[in-house]
């Protein structure tokens, strides 16, 4: 609850003063997050990967929880398998997958690959989006704050309004 002084008036003076103060608070906050960097309002991208086409040759029903296709696809010329994590694909369709840049030893055991449209990364929207929405609530914050700080205003609510 806001006090009064014996005049009447509100003890807080509100003016440029408070409105300064809140402009610079949220001035700090701000650069304070643009300097935190790109991994405040994203998530970094994952291992670098190449996109290429797949052939499904086992399916596997959406069913199970834990399930992983076989697909086979070319990789620099040499043909591979690699375990798909997905289901719901039928036999000998296409689809495009992400390999890793690296891949492991091409006669060992099957590559781990996910679907290319689901590569999870840095949105390029993420910064701007984030930083913007950052500046909208510092300034609402500051409006609110003045708002309470003035109280209501004299003579109530029109008869219009009311």
């Known amino acids: 609850m806001r006090q009064q ?28 997050a643009w300097l935190a960097g790109p991994s405040l309002f994203a998530t970094a991208g994952g291992a ?5 086409e797949a052939t499904v ?3 596997t029903d959406c ?5 992983g296709e076989t697909v086979r696809f070319t ?5 591979r398998t690699g375990t798909l994590s997905g289901c719901g694909h039928n036999k000998d369709e296409t689809v495009r997958i992400a390999v890793p840049d690296e891949p492991a ?6 590559l781990s690959v996910h679907l290319a449209s689901t590569d999870a990364g840095m949105s390029e929207l993420g910064r701007p989006l984030g930083m913007a929405l950052l ?12 708002l309470v700080i003035r109280g209501p205003r004299q003579g109530g609510v029109p008869a219009r309004l009311a």
């Open 105 to 110: 030893d091409p006669t060992g055991e099957p």
């Open 135 to 146: 500046v909208l609530s510092g300034a609402a914050g500051g409006m609110y704050a003045f």
């Open 5 to 32: 002084a014996e005049s009447g008036k509100p003890a807080i003076a509100v003016g440029w003063r408070s409105a300064g103060m809140a402009v610079v608070a949220g001035l700090v906050i701000t650069a304070l």
């Open 63 to 67: 069913t199970d929880g834990a399930a």
């Open 57 to 59: 040759t086992g399916p």
């Open 48 to 52: 670098d990967h190449r996109t290429v």
């Open 75 to 79: 990789d620099d010329g040499t043909t």
